[in-house]
């Protein structure tokens, strides 16, 4: 067993004519908190889905717990699932059944728990997401920010070995971010779990992350602790991380010449 | 020219394509043995696709009954045959109309619901957040909801025949005299369990299974947008009626056909 939990080696994956990933490497070490970032358009939820088995890459290795995902077949790739977890940026939470339910799904389908147990579970998670009073609400009853936590409480509920967390922070006042930053934490450092977690949020992401990945043009451009890329030789590591609009990252979509675009004949 | 040789090759490749990510919803659906709780699952889908488009039958039903009663009483008592309306009406119904027009019914009533569910779960990640957690929506969300189709549709198609006969009861003799006793006993004589009954069920399973798999595959299959769930929807709905009309043409010429 390799000290690895994820090793990704040369990942190609194009939409269209569009190539996304060329050629990237990326490690994330079992029980520790990896953090992905890079400019929005960069392909980290596609990466994330890319490890998950739910997109097949045009080539390149990648490696979970042992196995390699794109050759795993239906069966086994659901197997290997069971000991992951993924928050999604959108919450997903399933809007026929209320919050309790949500938080029960993967409980009621993976185990052979008596109800009562259940029920003791769902409120010990909920209860970490500051959520066990609404646990009667239906998800359009939520806001942005109180699904995500619901969807942080069911990706949580097997206690899984693997997180990936994509953009966990966004839509979370200041107090709740906090919380769900030492929630994290505290849930790699109790439970040993490994973390990937994709955000924009470089304060949060630098304060948790034992390592930091970052992503730009299909490939690694920086990668280090949070301490050594703020110190980062690249101007455009550096760029990221003090969030400054100028330098060698683009802000805008590849486009034409903006004056040529507007001033142009119409 | 070449660009429409281009276009038409594009469009079968596209066919094809979707007929074979079509194939696969059936199989990995209906693969694998039956789990723990998804009696449970069925038992909701049935009441969703069933019991919830029963209303729309029973109306529709009636109402058909009773407009097949009046038309063939109008023509028939002209050569002082009204007593033979029964056997008519029950012949028409149970040969063709029942299974058809529950077809079409029901293609609009629970295809297009089960399309426009199956793609929102899709447009807002729930299918994948299930598959993230291990579980197949294939076997979870796929599978009840065709199994419910299949089993419901045959039964709507003898709840809208029975209706639709007591309503051209109600008609015919009822309101405009017909003998009782000659339009149930006409009936009774003309009507064959498998010939008539048997194959009009037949045809009515067919129908069910084939609208049941447009609907979970478009439901499936749509782009996860607004414009997506409802060109899917729109698509169930236009594709399933075309299949039951075209379908129905078919199972008749080979089960009543002359050539056999």
């Known amino acids: ?266 | 020219m070449l660009r429409y040789l281009r276009l038409l090759g594009q469009w079968a490749l596209d066919w094809i394509g979707a007929l074979g990510r079509a194939s696969l919803v059936w199989f990995w659906s209906l693969a694998g043995l039956p789990r723990r709780g998804d009696m449970t699952l069925l038992l909701k889908q049935v009441y969703q696709i069933g019991v919830l488009s029963l209303i729309i039958i029973i109306l529709s039903a009636f109402s058909i009954g009773g407009v097949l009663a009046l038309q063939g009483y109008t023509q028939l008592s002209k050569v002082g045959a009204e007593e033979s309306v029964g056997l008519g009406v029950a012949l028409v119904l149970l040969r063709e109309l029942g299974p058809v027009v529950t077809g079409l019914l029901f293609a609009g009533r629970a295809g297009s619901a089960v399309t426009a569910e199956i793609g929102l779960m899709k447009a807002t990640d729930q299918l994948s957040a299930m598959e993230m957690m291990g579980v197949d929506p294939m076997h979870r969300i796929v599978a009840p909801r065709l199994w419910a189709g299949m089993i419901c549709m045959p039964l709507l198609t003898v709840i809208f025949n029975a209706v639709a006969i007591w309503g051209s009861a109600l008609v015919g003799v009822d309101w405009l005299g017909v003998d009782a006793g000659g339009f149930w006993g006409g009936m009774q004589d003309g009507v064959e369990r498998w010939e008539d009954i048997g194959k009009g069920m037949v045809k009515s399973g067919v129908f069910g299974m084939v609208i049941s798999w447009i609907a979970v595959f478009q439901g499936y299959d749509s782009t996860p947008t607004a414009e997506g769930i409802s060109v899917a929807t729109t698509k169930t709905v236009v594709y399933s009626s075309v299949a039951v009309l075209a379908l129905d043409f078919i199972l008749t010429l080979v089960m009543y056909g002359e050539f056999k």
């Open chain 1, 1 to 266: 067993m390799t000290d690895n939990l994820i090793e990704i080696e040369g990942l190609r994956f194009s939409r269209g004519d569009r190539i996304i990933f060329d050629g990237l490497d990326l490690v994330v070490p079992r029980g520790r908190i990896t953090a992905l970032m890079g400019p929005s358009g960069t392909g980290k939820t596609t990466l994330l889905r890319i490890i998950g088995g739910q997109i097949r890459p045009d080539s390149g290795r990648v490696i979970v717990d042992g196995a390699d995902v794109p050759k795993l077949s239906r069966g086994e790739l659901f197997e290997l699932r069971r000991n992951m977890g993924m928050l999604f940026q959108s919450s997903a939470l399933f809007t026929d059944v209320s919050v309790f339910e949500n938080v029960a799904f993967p409980l009621r389908v993976h185990t052979n728990l008596p109800d009562e147990m259940i029920r003791d579970l769902v409120l010990m998670k909920l209860n970490a997401v500051g959520l066990r009073g609404a646990r009667d609400l239906m998800p359009s009853q939520l806001s942005g920010g109180m699904s995500r936590r619901v969807a942080l409480a069911r990706t949580i509920a097997l206690d899984p070995k693997f997180i990936m967390y994509d953009e966990p922070f966004t839509g979370q006042d200041p107090i709740a971010m906090g919380v769900l930053v030492s929630l994290i934490r505290g849930l790699n450092e109790s439970l040993a779990m490994t973390s990937l977690v994709v955000s924009h949020d470089i304060h949060e992401t630098a304060s948790i992350a034992d390592q930091i990945y970052i992503i730009s043009d299909g490939r690694v451009i920086g990668e280090g602790t949070p301490d050594q890329l703020r110190d980062h030789p690249s101007t455009m590591v550096r760029q990221f991380m003090l969030g400054s609009p100028d330098g060698p990252v683009p802000f805008h979509y590849p486009a034409d010449n903006f004056l040529d675009d507007v001033l142009g004949d119409a």
